[in-house]
């Protein structure tokens, strides 16, 4: 796989895409996360944090729901043949039941579009926010959860199906769950461990039956989850460091993947961080490169979490891995070397079949709010156009030449 001109090929037929979700580029949302946004609470902890709080609203985001072809004129332009994004729940089922059928109208023909330009979409069916009403009812705590998951997921597919064939039923469970019901940083801000072991449990449920449904809607349909996984390093292989290892990796990289074992078709992995363990966890090391958030830069993790993936026997896609780098100083490095590590990987026979670069354009970073920036795409928030960053130009090199240098 590598020429005489020092190139690495990647296999034929290589996804090379990008990722977004809903609630942080469509803008003009209501689901849970933009109430909290506003709420009373959010507003005083952000004063008290001498915050604007007009920079930790959703809002408009990149007003990517009302000009979706915005977005598609970078994806060309990139040279991508991929796109994972999200649908929002609270759109297409505003009301318990009662679903809007412009809205999942406008999803089909968003997902048609990209069909048309020659892009597989890989559709995520939920990135964390919940519709209001399934707040109410007490969120991923709530005993119908699944049910009511469930019953989206199969209206949603139905409609979207004929158009569709990869499908990502949840987003990172382990890190919504653990923000958002043990450290409490993300809504509904809970602090408590049997809450957040109960919404993991709940996710398991949900992920395993929304297999199914979509298994029933289309046995051709591929489903899997995107899961993040950190490469945890015992520091000088001490004994103690090696148990702490061992506990990580089973905790945050493997429980939920081994519970849904039998009840998915590829793996989806999100990458970005390191920890390397040593008498406890800590991600403030030494890095040679630091992102705008101060996550290190670690891109060989990426070939060990590969290599560890390899014992599911099914084929991986990257779902997402980026950085908040506002001055595209580091962007096209890393990925430059994080694509080095993951041709090393297939190279020694993983089978890793795609990669979604995290972002295609700025967007709305959670309790982050505007400021990281994610995006191969800055977004101009006064008038929401796309303006490449040097590392578009660098990524489109790759995607239109299946290869790195
Ligand atoms: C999430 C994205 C987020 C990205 C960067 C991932 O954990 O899925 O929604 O923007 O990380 O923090």
Redesign the pocket.
């Known amino acids: 796989m590598q020429n005489e001109n020092n190139e690495l090929n990647f296999p034929p037929n290589f996804l090379w895409g990008c990722s977004t ?1 809903a609630h ?1 580029i469509e803008g003009g949302l209501t689901n849970d996360w933009s109430e909290w946004e506003k709420s009373h609470h959010r507003l005083e902890e952000l004063k008290n944090q001498n915050k604007n709080p007009l920079d930790y609203i959703s809002g408009q985001a990149a007003n990517s729901f009302l000009d979706n072809n915005a977005d598609i004129v970078c994806m060309k332009e990139l040279g991508l043949n991929a796109y994972r994004f999200s649908v929002d729940w609270s759109r297409i089922e505003p009301q318990p039941g009662i679903f809007d059928e412009t809205a999942l109208n406008y999803y089909l023909n968003f997902i048609k579009s990209l069909r048309a330009h020659g892009i597989e979409p890989f559709v995520t069916l939920w ?1 964390w926010p919940v519709p209001l009403w399934i707040r109410d009812i007490g969120g991923w705590e709530s005993p119908k959860i699944v049910e009511y998951f469930n019953r989206f997921v199969k209206k949603t597919a139905g409609h979207l199906n004929t158009e569709v064939n990869f499908w990502i039923t949840l ?2 469970p382990m ?1 919504y769950s653990g923000n958002s019901y043990m450290v409490g940083i993300w809504p509904p801000q809970k602090k408590n461990f049997i809450s957040y072991y109960k919404v993991i449990k709940k996710l398991i449920k949900a992920h395993r039956l929304a297999f199914d449904t979509l298994k029933e809607i289309d046995s051709d349909n591929k489903v899997g989850i ?1 899961k ?1 996984n950190i490469y945890f390093e015992a520091f000088g292989n001490k004994l103690i460091n090696r148990i702490l290892k061992f506990f990580a990796d089973w905790w945050i990289n493997e429980r939920f993947l081994k519970a849904i074992d039998d009840k998915q078709d590829f793996i989806g992995l ?1 990458y ?1 961080f390191h920890n390397k363990i040593n008498y406890g966890f800590s991600r403030q090391h030494e890095y040679e490169k630091k992102s705008d958030l101060n996550w290190g830069l670690h891109p060989e993790g990426i070939y060990y979490l590969l290599k560890d993936l390899k014992k599911y026997n099914k084929p991986i896609y990257i779902t ?1 891995n ?1 950085l908040a780098d506002r001055g595209d100083q580091h962007r096209s490095w890393y990925i430059n070397e994080i694509l080095k590590n993951v041709h090393h990987a297939i190279k020694e026979g993983t089978d890793v079949k795609g990669y979604f670069h ?2 295609l354009i700025d ?1 709305f ?2 309790a982050e709010g505007f400021h990281p920036k ?1 995006g191969l795409y800055e977004v101009d928030y006064k008038n929401f156009d796309r303006i490449a960053r040097p590392s578009a130009q660098f990524y489109q090199d790759v995607c239109k030449n299946n290869r790195i240098i």
Request: charged share 15%; glycine share 6%.
């Open positions: 979700s942080q990135h987003n990172e890190v995107a993040h999100n970005y997402e980026g995290w972002s967007n970073e959670w994610f």
